[in-house]
Nanobody, 122 residues
Framework: EVQLVESGGGLVQAGGSLNLSCAASGFTFDVSTIGWFRQAPGKEREGISCLSNSDGRTYYADSLKGRFTVSSDNAKKMVYLQMHSLKPEDTAVYYC???????????????WGKGTLVTVSS
């Protein structure tokens, strides 16, 4: 059974940092792409960053470059999202998702976690 479990969400003040983790199981991690997406209240889900576990390619949404960093530990089947200089508009439910081609858009991902809530207070 494929499972993606996010953790690390919570409440943080504006300007602060938060690290999210995604634990993957039930599929061949090394050939997958794991992506981070988020959905703010009243908005569509959007891609933040994706990482190919086979060759290390990364994608970042232009608006988030420099503040967010994606990384992985293939041995542990974990993907991380480091978030810095957080803003109230970063408040959203953050999801990790998996695909078996390098892609970073909602309709292209095949498996999804249930999400973790990040709230940034002003």
């Amino acid at each position: 059974e494929v499972q993606l479990v996010e953790s690390g969400g919570g409440l943080v003040q504006a300007g602060g940092s938060l690290n999210l983790s995604c634990a993957a199981s039930g599929f061949t991690f090394d050939v997958s792409t794991i992506g981070w997406f988020r959905q703010a209240p009243g908005k569509e889900r959007e891609g933040i960053s994706c990482l190919s576990n086979s060759d290390g390619r990364t994608y970042y949404a232009d608006s988030l470059k420099g503040r967010f960093t994606v990384s992985s530990d293939n041995a542990k089947k974990m993907v991380y999202l480091q978030m810095h200089s957080l803003k109230p508009e970063d408040t959203a439910v953050y999801y990790c998702a998996a695909a078996f081609r390098f892609r970073c858009y909602v309709s292209g991902m095949e498996y999804w976690g249930k999400g973790t809530l990040v709230t940034v207070s002003s």
